[in-house]
């Protein structure tokens, strides 16, 4: 059973261009909204997270977008870099350190 | 401060063996977390280990179990490899305090191959 579902699999931005990324989520025991980067060979790194109480968070040019009574989420990079290639990971979490994750999406920044 | 590291980062065994990776978390962090990444079933959740004591587990067979020890390193071992468990092991360490989420911070992986 897939609880976060993440859109598109893939995206191809533009250097300088707005890159959006999807979620939605159907357990609403989630109490923390964390979204991973990762690079080719590594780990994923978290990048930004949000809480349910609150409907948007910005850190630099990310920013996470949350509708509670959607049940969805998304993560804007904006000014999107060939640097921020990758493949970007929502997750959800609940009963503690128990992270769902949705299915991925791999981005490309054109130069 | 070092990140988490993860021993070996690559393993190749075959179909019928054990296995045993290493998590080593970052200094102070009282909880380790494992994840396995494939392709076909993305990133998922084996388990969780807090004070040395299982606190949460995935929807995984038996085969998978794991432990921690009084210093916070964690091992998770798998037997009798089946193919399909050819995968990355993610291990991910958090402070764990008051019991609240807290951020989780990933180890490199460890690849294992079963042939």
């Known amino acids: 059973q897939q609880q976060v579902k993440q859109s598109p699999q893939s995206l191809i931005v533009q250097k300088g261009g707005i890159s959006i990324i999807n979620c939605a989520y159907e357990n609403t025991a989630f109490d923390y909204f964390p979204w991973y980067q990762q690079f080719p060979g590594k780990g994923p790194a978290l990048l930004i997270a949000?809480?349910?109480?609150?409907s948007e968070k910005k850190e630099g040019r990310f920013t996470i977008s949350f509708n509670k009574s959607a049940k969805q989420f998304s993560l804007h990079i904006m000014d999107s870099q060939p640097g921020d290639s990758a493949t970007y990971f929502c997750a959800g979490n609940n009963a503690g350190n128990m992270l769902t994750f949705g299915g991925g999406t791999r981005l490309m920044v054109k130069p | 401060k070092a990140g988490v590291t993860q021993t070996p980062r690559y393993l190749i065994k075959t179909r019928g063996q054990q296995v045993t990776l290493s998590c080593s978390p970052i200094s102070g962090h009282r909880s380790v977390s494992w994840y396995q990444q494939t392709p076909g079933q993305g990133l998922q959740f084996l388990f969780e280990y807090f004070s040395e004591t299982q606190r949460n587990k995935g929807n995984f067979p038996g085969r998978f179990s794991g432990r921690q020890f009084s210093n916070s390193r964690s091992e998770m071992n798998v037997s009798t490899l089946e193919l399909g468990d050819s995968a990355l092991y993610l291990c991910?360490?958090?402070?764990?305090?008051?019991?609240?989420?807290?951020?989780?911070?990933f180890g490199p992986g460890t690849r294992l191959t079963v042939l």
């Open positions: 991910a360490s958090s402070p764990r305090t008051g019991g609240a989420y807290n951020e989780q911070f």
């Open positions: 949000i809480r349910p109480d609150v």
